[in-house]
């Protein structure tokens, strides 16, 4: 299994608590920008580890996503 990047590794850990981020709440506490919390929110929606919640532009991590970030940061590809 090949692993994820450090900015995937990093959205999934500040998602793994649980709750519900913004991209914009995201970005901050990553200290991404923008622009990559974006692309990297897309890629990890696209692989089933994180999805958007309907009508609150707000993302949650999945059983699949909280599995793989207790895998000492490792991130599917």
């Known amino acids: 299994m090949r692993t994820?990047?450090?900015a995937e590794?990093?959205?999934?850990?500040v998602l793994a608590p649980g709750g519900?981020?913004?991209?914009?709440?995201?970005?901050?506490?990553?200290?991404l920008t923008a622009?990559?919390?974006r692309r990297v929110i897309n890629k990890l929606e696209s692989r089933g580890l994180i999805?958007?919640?309907p009508f609150q532009a707000?993302?949650?991590i999945?059983?699949?996503?909280a599995q793989a970030a207790t895998?000492?940061?490792?991130v599917p590809s």
């Open 4 to 6: 994820g990047t450090v």
């Open 9 to 13: 590794a990093a959205v999934l850990g």
């Open 20 to 31: 519900l981020l913004s991209t914009a709440q995201i970005a901050k506490q990553t200290k």
């Open 35 to 37: 622009w990559t919390a």
């Open 51 to 53: 999805m958007a919640v």
């Open 58 to 60: 707000r993302w949650a």
């Open 62 to 65: 999945t059983s699949h996503g």
């Open 71 to 74: 895998t000492t940061g490792r």
